[in-house]
C-alpha cells in the first residue's frame, strides 16, 4: 500500500483546496459528491479529448501505457535514454511525488513538459496571467500551480536538464479546420472503468491544420510562484515546504489539522441523507468536530455558509461566528437599495431572522408581486434554453468554446389560465450547427403576439446574445440574418460590454428576480435555484396540490403536452411533495434484444449537466436509432419540466398572494 500513497497532480490540486482534503481522497469510506457530479464528468470528458488532440499537434511519441508505479518510471527513463524523444504520460517521481506529464519532450539536455486544460487562452492578451498588481488572476492560480508543481518534480527527478514549463489550451481565435472534428476523438472506458480516447482512423491533416491548440510558456509564472510573489501577501510557506508537508502527510496517511473556512462549502467530501443511510462518513464533520469541537448535534443547526450571497462569511467565521443562531442583525447590516421589494441584505437578515426565531412560514410581498404580474401581457410565454459550450467544435469554422444551443422548451398561460406546452426544439441530428434554425424555431414560437416572455436567470438572455454576435461576424449567406438580429433585439437587453446597447421592447422577465425581491421560503434554505424554489412552493400551495396531482398533464381535456400522458406532476411520501424532477422517467428500461451496446452510461436526466453530456453524445454517429431515440425522448421532456416548473412557480405565486 505505501508504494501507492504519493503526491500526485490532482492530490497537489486537491490540496491547494483545502490540504485537509488529502486525507480523505481516494478512501471508499467517504462520501465524495464529484464523483456524481454529471456536469463535472462531462467537464472531464473534454478534457480527455483535448488531450488527445494535443498528442496529434507534437506527434511520434511513445505512449507509456503501464499503471503500475516500478514499471511506468522504468519505461519513461528507458526512453529518456535517446537524444531526442516525446513520451505521452510520462512517470516521473521524486521523494513521495509522482506525476504523469501529459507531453514530455526531451531534445538534448532540454525537457519541455506540457499540461493540457481544457480551457480558452486568448493568445493576443498581452498579460493573461497576471493582475495589474503583477499577482496572478484568481481564475488561473490551480492551472499555474499545477505546471509549477509539475516543473518542480521533473527538476528534482532530472537536475542535468533544463526544465521548460507549458500550458497547451483551446486557442480562442483558432477556427475549426473540419465537420466532426471533436467526435474523432471517442471517449471509452476499459474493464477497469480507466477512460481513455480512441482517435478515428479517418483523422487527417486537414482536420489538424490550423491547429485548434496553443502552446503557453509558463516559465514566469512557476517563477511567481516559487518566489511567492504569486500572491498580495507573502505565503507562510514556500512552495517547496508546501509540496514537502503535503506529501509527507499523504505518505503517512495523516491528516493536516486545517481550520474551517468558506472553502467547506463546497467541500466534495460530505454526505447526504442517501450517503449516511449507506453508512458512509462525511470528511467535513470530522473536519468540524475537530477544529470546533462540534457533536453531532451540531451538525442540525444552520450555519454562515448558508446566508444567501453573503460574502462576509470568512470575516464571521474567523471571529468563531460561526452557527446561524448567533449572527446578529449589525453582522448583516440589513438596508435599503430604494427598489421595490428586498434588496440583498433584507433578505439575507430576513432568512437569518426566520431561522432564529424557528419561523418556517413562507414570506411573500403580495402587493409588490401583484404590481409586476400585473405588469405583464397575456399570453405568457416560458422559455428555457439547454445549451452548451465545446472545447473541440462539432462544426467547421467555429471557435473553441463557442456557444451552442441545441434545445428550447416553450409553455404559454392564457389570461383564462390554460396552460398548453406549445412548442420545442432539439437538434438531435449529429454534424448540425443548431444555432440559427434554433433561433427561427423560437422566433417563429414568439412572433405571433405581443405577450410578456419569460426566463429563469439570465442564461436565456446571455445565449442570445452569443447567437446575435455569431450572426453579426458570420460571413456565409444568412438571408434571415436582419430579421433574426431584430428579433433578438426584441426579447433581450444586451451585453454591459457590448458596444451596441438596447433594450428590448419585450425584453426577458427574470423570475429568478422577482422571487428574490418578493418571495422567500425557509424550505429553500436559501438557494435560489428553481430546483429548490418548485419543491418549496408546491408545499405550500393548496392550489397546486390539487390541480397537479391528478392525471391531467398530457390528457384529454386537460394540459396540452408534447412529451408526457395522463401525467401527475404531485406525488407525495406522507405529506410532502416529492420533487417532480425525481419523478422524470429513466432512459432505456425496456431495451430490445437485440439492442446494440450503448454509447451513453447514464440511465438518468435529471439536471443540466447530464443534459449537455447526452447531447455531445448524440453527435456521434455510430450510436443506434434505439439509443439516439432513448436520449431525445429524455432530453425533451426534461426541458418541457423546466419550463412546466416555471409555471407552476407563477400559478404558485398567484396562490400565495390571494
Known amino acids: 500500500m505505501a508504494q501507492n500513497r504519493f503526491l500526485t497532480k490532482s492530490r497537489f490540486q486537491l490540496?491547494?483546496?483545502?490540504?485537509?482534503?488529502?486525507?480523505?481522497?481516494?478512501?471508499?469510506?467517504?462520501?465524495?459528491?464529484?464523483?456524481?457530479?454529471?456536469?463535472?464528468?462531462?467537464l472531464a470528458e473534454g478534457g480527455f479529448q483535448v488531450g488527445a488532440l494535443a498528442k496529434c499537434y507534437l506527434p511520434g511519441g511513445h505512449e507509456i501505457g503501464s499503471s503500475k508505479y516500478d514499471e511506468s518510471l522504468s519505461e519513461t527513463n528507458d526512453l529518456l535514454k535517446q537524444e531526442n524523444v516525446t513520451i505521452y504520460e510520462a512517470a516521473v517521481s521524486t521523494g513521495n511525488c509522482f506525476i504523469r506529464a501529459d507531453i514530455l519532450v526531451k531534445t538534448g539536455n532540454r525537457l519541455d513538459f506540457y499540461e493540457v486544460k481544457a480551457k480558452s487562452f486568448d493568445p493576443s492578451e498581452e498579460h493573461p496571467f497576471s493582475t495589474k498588481s503583477g499577482t496572478i488572476k484568481n481564475a488561473w492560480k490551480s492551472y499555474l500551480y499545477d505546471a509549477a508543481f509539475q516543473k518542480h518534480v521533473i527538476s528534482r527527478a532530472f537536475p542535468q536538464y533544463k526544465v521548460k514549463a507549458h500550458l497547451m489550451m483551446a486557442d480562442?481565435?483558432?477556427?475549426?479546420?473540419?465537420?466532426?472534428?471533436?467526435?474523432?476523438f471517442r471517449l471509452q472506458k476499459d474493464d477497469e472503468d480507466r477512460k481513455s480516447v480512441v482517435v478515428s482512423d479517418a483523422l487527417g491533416?486537414?482536420?489538424?491544420?490550423?491547429?485548434?491548440?496553443?502552446?503557453?510558456?509558463?516559465?514566469?509564472?512557476?517563477?511567481?510562484?516559487?518566489?511567492?510573489?504569486?500572491?498580495?501577501?507573502?505565503?507562510?510557506?514556500?512552495?517547496?515546504?508546501?509540496?514537502?508537508m503535503y506529501s509527507s502527510h499523504y505518505a503517512a496517511d495523516r491528516q493536516i489539522q486545517t481550520p474551517v473556512s468558506t472553502a467547506c462549502q463546497s467541500c466534495e467530501f460530505r454526505t447526504s441523507a442517501q450517503d449516511e443511510q449507506k453508512g458512509l462518513r462525511s470528511g467535513v464533520k470530522e473536519c468540524w468536530k475537530n477544529q470546533l469541537g462540534w457533536s453531532d448535534a451540531d451538525f442540525s443547526c444552520a450555519t454562515v455558509l448558508d446566508i444567501w450571497n453573503y460574502r462576509q462569511k470568512a470575516k464571521l467565521i474567523d471571529a468563531g461566528t460561526i452557527k446561524l443562531s448567533d449572527v446578529s442583525e449589525d453582522d448583516i447590516s440589513p438596508k435599503t437599495d430604494n427598489n421595490p421589494g428586498l434588496s440583498t441584505s433584507?433578505?439575507?437578515?430576513?432568512?437569518?431572522?426566520?431561522?432564529?426565531?424557528?419561523?418556517?412560514?413562507?414570506?411573500?410581498?403580495?402587493?409588490?408581486?401583484?404590481?409586476?404580474?400585473?405588469?405583464?401581457?397575456?399570453?405568457?410565454?416560458?422559455?428555457?434554453?439547454?445549451?452548451?459550450?465545446?472545447?473541440?467544435?462539432?462544426?467547421?469554422g467555429r471557435?473553441?468554446?463557442?456557444?451552442?444551443?441545441?434545445?428550447?422548451?416553450?409553455?404559454?398561460?392564457c389570461e383564462d389560465g390554460t396552460v398548453e406546452h406549445r412548442g420545442e426544439y432539439l437538434n438531435a441530428e449529429p454534424g448540425i450547427f443548431p444555432n440559427y434554425e434554433f433561433l427561427r424555431r423560437l422566433m417563429a414560437e414568439l412572433s405571433g403576439d405581443r405577450g410578456t416572455v419569460f426566463q429563469y436567470a439570465t442564461h436565456e438572455n446571455t445565449f442570445l446574445n452569443h447567437i446575435y454576435r455569431q450572426l453579426q461576424s458570420d460571413t456565409s449567406e444568412i438571408e434571415d440574418r436582419n430579421a433574426l438580429c431584430a428579433f433578438i433585439r426584441t426579447i433581450t437587453r444586451s451585453r454591459r460590454e457590448s458596444e451596441e446597447q438596447w433594450v428590448g421592447e419585450r425584453a426577458m422577465v427574470d423570475m429568478l428576480e422577482i422571487g428574490k425581491r418578493y418571495y422567500y421560503d425557509p424550505l429553500t434554505k436559501g438557494s435560489n435555484s428553481l430546483k429548490k424554489v418548485l419543491p418549496a412552493v408546491l408545499n405550500r400551495s393548496d392550489f397546486l396540490k390539487s390541480k397537479y396531482s391528478q392525471p391531467v398533464y398530457g390528457a384529454p381535456g386537460g394540459i396540452t403536452s408534447l412529451n408526457f400522458k395522463d401525467w401527475r406532476w404531485i406525488t407525495f411520501d406522507g405529506e410532502k411533495v416529492i420533487d417532480p424532477y425525481e419523478q422524470l422517467p429513466d432512459m432505456f428500461r425496456n431495451p430490445p434484444e437485440d439492442a446494440p451496446p450503448r454509447l451513453s452510461e447514464d440511465t438518468q436526466l435529471r439536471e443540466g449537466g447530464a443534459a449537455l453530456t447526452a447531447y455531445a453524445r448524440m453527435q456521434f454517429q455510430e450510436m443506434s436509432d434505439y439509443e439516439r431515440g432513448e436520449i431525445e425522448q429524455a432530453l425533451l421532456r426534461y426541458c418541457e419540466l423546466d419550463t412546466m416548473a416555471m409555471v407552476m412557480l407563477y400559478e404558485g405565486w398567484k396562490d400565495l398572494v390571494k
Not at 172 to 184: D, F, H, I, T
Not at 346 to 369: C, F, H, M, N
Request: glycine fraction near 4%; aromatic fraction near 12%; hydrophobic fraction near 35%.
Open 346 to 396: 433584507e433578505r439575507q437578515w430576513l432568512q437569518v431572522r426566520k431561522y432564529q426565531a424557528g419561523d418556517d412560514t413562507p414570506w411573500i410581498d403580495g402587493s409588490g408581486l401583484m404590481r409586476e404580474i400585473n405588469t405583464w401581457v397575456f399570453p405568457l410565454h416560458f422559455i428555457d434554453f439547454e445549451t452548451t459550450m465545446v472545447a473541440i467544435p462539432f462544426n467547421r
Open 205 to 244: 491533416d486537414d482536420d489538424l491544420k490550423p491547429p485548434m491548440l496553443c502552446k503557453v510558456n509558463v516559465d514566469a509564472e512557476c517563477k511567481k510562484i516559487y518566489a511567492g510573489t504569486d500572491t498580495k501577501e507573502p505565503p507562510p510557506y514556500s512552495f517547496a515546504e508546501k509540496v514537502e
Open 399 to 413: 471557435h473553441p468554446y463557442e456557444a451552442i444551443a441545441f434545445q428550447f422548451s416553450h409553455h404559454v398561460v
Open 172 to 184: 480562442k481565435s483558432a477556427r475549426c479546420p473540419s465537420e466532426g472534428l471533436n467526435q474523432k
Open 15 to 42: 490540496a491547494t483546496e483545502c490540504p485537509a482534503k488529502l486525507f480523505y481522497t481516494g478512501k471508499e469510506a467517504y462520501a465524495n459528491q464529484k464523483m456524481e457530479d454529471s456536469f463535472l464528468e462531462a
